[in-house]
C-alpha cells in the first residue's frame, strides 16, 4: 500500500468531515467568498488542518459542490430514463433552479462565478451542465421545446431565475418554462393561465 493510501486516522477523519460540515454550511448561506480561516473557526480547527485535507480553496468547493452536482446528475439520469423527453427537461431545469435558489455557492458557481464547476463535475463524471443539454436536444425533437432556444439561452434563463430573490425564483422559472414551451403545449408541473376579462 502506498503512502498516500494508508487509511485516514480516526480523528484526522473527523476533522475532514467538520471542515466539510462547516463549509457546506458557510458556502450554502453565504456563497463561495467566505475565506478559508473563517471556515477553519466554525470547524473548530485551525487553517493548517483545512490545509491538510484541502490544499486549495478549488479542492474545498469541489468537495462540497461536487456532492450537490452528483445529487442533481443521479436525479438527471433518473428522469432521462423513467420521463417523457418535455417532462425530463423541465424536471431538471425546476431542479437545478430549487438547488440554486437554496444553495447559495452552487448558485453563484453554476453562474460562474469563483469556481470552475462545469470543469470538476466533468472529471467526477457529473457534469448536469451535459445532461441538461441532451435533455434539451430531446425535448425539442419531442416538440416540447421550440426548436430555436440554444442551449445558451437555457444557461442564461437558469442564471435569471437564481437572481431572483426568495420565491421568486420559483415564479420566474414557471414563466421560463412557459416561454420555452411552443404556443399550445403545457410545460409539466405548470397550472393553466387563467387570464380575468377585461374590465371584471
Known amino acids: 500500500m502506498e503512502p498516500d493510501e494508508r487509511p485516514m486516522r480516526a480523528d484526522a477523519r473527523r476533522n475532514r468531515d467538520r471542515v ?22 466554525r470547524a473548530g480547527v485551525g487553517t493548517g488542518t483545512v490545509g491538510r485535507h484541502f490544499p486549495t480553496k478549488q479542492a474545498l468547493y469541489a468537495a462540497v459542490l461536487l456532492d450537490a452536482m452528483r445529487d442533481l446528475a443521479g436525479h438527471a439520469d433518473q428522469l432521462a430514463a423513467t420521463q417523457p423527453p418535455g417532462d425530463a427537461f423541465f424536471g431538471l431545469l425546476r431542479a437545478l433552479v430549487r438547488e440554486g435558489s437554496t444553495h447559495r455557492g452552487l448558485a453563484e458557481a453554476l453562474a460562474g462565478g469563483g469556481f470552475d464547476i462545469e470543469s470538476a463535475a ?3 463524471g457529473v457534469n448536469v451542465s451535459e445532461r441538461l443539454r441532451g435533455l434539451l436536444a ?11 432556444v440554444a442551449f445558451a439561452d437555457v444557461k442564461a434563463l437558469v442564471a435569471g431565475c437564481l437572481a431572483a430573490e426568495g420565491q421568486d425564483a420559483g415564479r420566474v ?6 416561454g420555452l414551451a411552443p404556443v399550445g403545449v403545457q410545460p409539466v408541473g405548470l397550472q393553466p393561465v387563467r387570464v380575468p376579462p377585461l374590465g371584471s
Open 122 to 124: 466533468t472529471a467526477a
Open 138 to 148: 430531446a425535448a425539442q425533437q419531442a416538440g416540447a421545446v421550440e426548436p430555436a
Open 20 to 41: 466539510l460540515h462547516a463549509a457546506a454550511q458557510a458556502f450554502a448561506a453565504e456563497g463561495l467568498s467566505v475565506p478559508v480561516h473563517e471556515i477553519a473557526r
Open 173 to 178: 422559472l414557471d414563466v421560463v418554462c412557459r
